[in-house]
C-alpha cells in the first residue's frame, strides 16, 4: 500500500498534516508531532511579526459534532517558528505565516525569503483586512495586490491558506486570481468563519472573544471542505496542488477529501478530540478502504469522484 504524495518537489511518505493551529504553537508541540510517524508533514501555527498571547479564554470549545474558535493568533513570533523549520527534521515542514495586516504579511513573506528555509511556506489568507470589508480571501482585489507583490519578490516554494467559499461565482472569483500566481498549493479549508455556538443552560455563549462569534470545524464542516477542495481541484491550475482541510474524523473522510482532489490531507478538531494517536488510526482506515476498492496508490482515485 503506496499512501506517499508530493507537493511541488516536497515528497511525502504519509499523506496526512496537522492543521494549522492544532499542537504546533511550542516546540513541545511541534516535538510530538516530528514524533507522530504516520504524520506526513509539520505545519506551524500561523506566525505573525510580533509574539501573540491571543484571545482570552473560553477561546476553543468542542461540541459533539465539531469545534469553535476564537483563539486569537496566538504564537510565539515568526523568528521562533522560522528556525524552527530550519533545523533537520524528519519529514517536511511547512511554515504558516499569517499577516494582522497586508503590510505585515508582505513583511513576514520578505522576512521568510531572506532566510535560509527552502521548505514550503503557506500564507494564511484568512487574516484581517481593512476595517470594513472582509477578511483578505473574500476581497479578490485585496488578495491578488497581496500576491502580486509577494509575488515580486519571493522566489521560494509557497502556497496559501483559504477560508470556506459558498458561492459558486466566488470560487470562480478566487480561482481566477489564484491562477495567476506560481503556488505550490491552497490549503481549504480554513475553518468556517463567525459561527454562534449557545450553552441553553446557562444561556451564554461559549467563548470569550467577538461575543461568541468564532471559527467551526470538526465533523459539521466535512460537505463544505469537500466542495471547496473539489469546486478549487475543477478550477485551479493542474501544478497547484491541494491540502484538504476540514471535517475529517474517519478514514472514509480522509478518501473523500482525496476523492474530491486532494493532494494531502490535514486534520484540527479530531486530534484535539482523539490525540495524536488519531493519525495511525486514520492510516488503517484509509489502507482497509483501499485494499477493499483494489487501489494501490492515491493517485488510483485522486479527484475521480463521479458525477451522476
Ligand atoms: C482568524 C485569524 C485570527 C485571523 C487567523 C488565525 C486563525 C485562528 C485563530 O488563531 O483564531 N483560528 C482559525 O480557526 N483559523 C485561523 O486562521
Given at each position: 500500500?503506496?499512501?506517499?504524495?508530493?507537493?511541488?518537489?516536497?515528497?511525502?511518505?504519509?499523506?496526512?498534516?496537522?492543521?494549522?493551529?492544532?499542537?504546533?504553537?511550542?516546540?513541545?508541540?511541534?516535538?510530538?508531532?516530528?514524533?507522530?510517524?504516520?504524520?506526513?508533514?509539520?505545519?506551524?501555527?500561523?506566525?505573525?511579526?510580533?509574539?501573540?498571547?491571543?484571545?482570552?479564554?473560553?477561546?476553543?470549545?468542542?461540541?459533539?459534532?465539531?469545534?469553535?474558535?476564537?483563539?486569537?493568533?496566538?504564537?510565539?513570533?515568526?523568528?521562533?517558528?522560522?528556525?524552527?523549520?530550519?533545523?533537520?527534521?524528519?519529514?517536511?515542514?511547512?511554515?504558516?505565516?499569517?499577516?494582522?495586516?497586508?503590510?505585515?504579511?508582505?513583511?513576514?513573506?520578505?522576512?521568510?525569503?531572506?532566510?535560509?528555509?527552502?521548505?514550503?511556506?503557506?500564507?494564511?489568507?484568512?487574516?484581517?483586512?481593512?476595517?470594513?470589508?472582509?477578511?483578505?480571501?473574500?476581497?479578490?482585489?485585496?488578495?491578488?495586490?497581496?500576491?502580486?507583490?509577494?509575488?515580486?519578490?519571493?522566489?521560494?516554494?509557497?502556497?496559501?491558506?483559504?477560508?470556506?467559499?459558498?458561492?459558486?461565482?466566488?470560487?470562480?472569483?478566487?480561482?481566477?486570481?489564484?491562477?495567476?500566481?506560481?503556488?505550490?498549493?491552497?490549503?481549504?479549508?480554513?475553518?468556517?468563519?463567525?459561527?454562534l455556538?449557545?450553552?441553553?443552560?446557562?444561556?451564554?455563549v461559549?467563548?470569550?472573544a467577538k461575543g461568541g462569534f468564532?471559527?467551526?470545524?470538526?465533523?459539521?464542516?466535512?460537505?463544505?471542505?469537500?466542495?471547496?477542495?473539489?469546486?478549487?481541484?475543477?478550477?485551479?491550475?493542474?501544478?497547484?496542488?491541494?491540502?484538504?482541510?476540514?471535517?475529517?474524523?474517519?478514514?472514509?473522510?480522509?478518501?473523500?477529501?482525496?476523492?474530491?482532489?486532494?493532494?494531502?490531507?490535514?486534520?484540527?478538531?479530531?486530534?484535539?478530540?482523539?490525540?495524536?494517536?488519531?493519525?495511525?488510526?486514520?492510516?488503517?482506515?484509509?489502507?482497509?478502504?483501499?485494499?477493499?476498492?483494489?487501489?494501490?496508490?492515491?493517485?488510483?482515485?485522486?479527484?475521480?469522484?463521479?458525477?451522476?
Open positions: 500500500m503506496n499512501l506517499k504524495t508530493s507537493i511541488a518537489n516536497n515528497h511525502f511518505e504519509m499523506p496526512f498534516l496537522n492543521a494549522s493551529g492544532i499542537i504546533c504553537q511550542t516546540q513541545e508541540e511541534l516535538d510530538s508531532l516530528e514524533a507522530t510517524k504516520e504524520l506526513g508533514g509539520i505545519v506551524t501555527k500561523s506566525a505573525t511579526l510580533q509574539p501573540r498571547e491571543g484571545n482570552e479564554q473560553p477561546r476553543y470549545y468542542d461540541l459533539a459534532n465539531g469545534s469553535i474558535n476564537s483563539m486569537g493568533l496566538p504564537n510565539l513570533g515568526y523568528p521562533f517558528y522560522l528556525d524552527y523549520v530550519q533545523h533537520d527534521h524528519s519529514k517536511p515542514t511547512i511554515l504558516s505565516v499569517a499577516g494582522m495586516n497586508a503590510d505585515d504579511a508582505i513583511e513576514l513573506m520578505r522576512k521568510v525569503q531572506d532566510s535560509d528555509y527552502e521548505g514550503l511556506t503557506e500564507l494564511n489568507l484568512s487574516c484581517p483586512n481593512v476595517i470594513g470589508h472582509p477578511q483578505t480571501a473574500y476581497d479578490f482585489e485585496a488578495t491578488e495586490k497581496i500576491l502580486t507583490t509577494v509575488c515580486s519578490f519571493f522566489k521560494k516554494p509557497f502556497g496559501v491558506k483559504l477560508p470556506p467559499y459558498f458561492d459558486l461565482a466566488h470560487f470562480d472569483g478566487i480561482a481566477k486570481v489564484l491562477n495567476k500566481f506560481p503556488l505550490t498549493h491552497v490549503n481549504t479549508i480554513n475553518s468556517v468563519g463567525n459561527g455556538v449557545v450553552d441553553v443552560d446557562k444561556e451564554q461559549v467563548t470569550k468564532g471559527g467551526l470545524g470538526g465533523a459539521m464542516v466535512l460537505p463544505t471542505a469537500l466542495a471547496n477542495v473539489r469546486a478549487l481541484r475543477l478550477r485551479l491550475n493542474d501544478d497547484i496542488a491541494i491540502i484538504g482541510t476540514g471535517g475529517v474524523t474517519t478514514g472514509v473522510d480522509v478518501f473523500a477529501h482525496i476523492l474530491c482532489g486532494a493532494d494531502m490531507v490535514s486534520v484540527g478538531t479530531q486530534v484535539i478530540k482523539e490525540g495524536l494517536g488519531v493519525y495511525a488510526r486514520l492510516q488503517k482506515e484509509l489502507e482497509e478502504i483501499m485494499a477493499d476498492k483494489g487501489y494501490e496508490s492515491l493517485d488510483d482515485f485522486r479527484g475521480k469522484v463521479k458525477e451522476l
